[in-house]
T-cell receptor, first 112, second 114 residues
């Protein structure tokens, strides 16, 4: 069964810290991997998309890496801010035109 | 663009009642997805449509659930009869094509079945 796991389930850090969120997937033959952000009571917003042929993607203070051979991805957030507080979900797609398989997310709290 | 629109945003109903959730995808998007999110199981795909045709409904939990997409701008997810274990947040998402990588999510409908 194809599964996506995110550890830790929750993380609290002080403002300004750099942090890493982890995502692992059981089947390494992925098509692509996405990181989403979910704010309380809201839908999901796509942050970064990494194709299977890529190793990383960057957007502002966010950097996502992909290591297919080990079945892992990380989301690095630099200089965290209270506005980064949200739940971050990792999702994997195994073929074009198929559904995303989501992890349960990591809830991040950044204190000022 | 208004984004994906879902209604209602909150629904509270009693066990056994019929529940209908509605979704309007982004104009021009040809693919529509229904997801369910619970604390226990996370976010799971229920069904997705491409050009108004259901492509994969393997995530629909049982016959009590049905989904329709009568035209490109409207979809419904119906639960009849509803049960307390159906309580969850139901999300609708759309994408320009079935193979487009990015999906755009609506705000969700929080369903509570008493």
């Amino acid at each position: 069964k194809q599964e996506v796991t995110q550890i830790p389930a929750a993380l609290s850090v002080p403002e300004g810290e750099n942090l890493v969120l982890n995502c692992s997937f059981t089947d390494s033959a992925i098509y692509n991997l996405q990181w989403f952000r979910q704010d309380p009571g809201k839908g999901l917003t796509s942050l970064l998309l990494i194709q299977s042929s890529q190793r990383e993607q960057t957007s502002g203070r966010l950097n996502a890496s992909l290591d297919k051979s080990s079945g892992r991805s990380t989301l690095y957030i630099a200089a965290s801010q209270p506005g980064d507080s949200a739940t971050y979900l990792c999702a994997v797609k195994y073929q074009a035109g198929t559904a995303l398989i989501f992890g349960k997310g990591t809830t991040l709290s950044v204190s000022s | 663009d208004a984004g994906v629109i879902q209604s209602p945003r909150h629904e509270v109903t009693e066990m056994g009642q019929e529940v209908t959730l509605r979704c309007k995808p982004i104009s021009g998007h040809n693919s529509l997805f229904w997801y369910r999110q619970t604390m226990m199981r996370g976010l799971e795909l229920l069904i997705y449509f491409n050009n108004n045709v259901p492509i994969d409904d393997s995530g629909m939990p049982e016959d009590r659930f049905s989904a329709k997409m009568p035209n490109a701008s409207f979809s419904t997810l119906k639960i009849q009869p509803s049960e307390p274990r159906d309580s969850a947040v139901y999300f609708c998402a759309s994408s320009p094509t079935a193979t487009t990588d990015t999906q755009y999510f609506g705000p969700g409908t929080r369903l509570t079945v008493l």
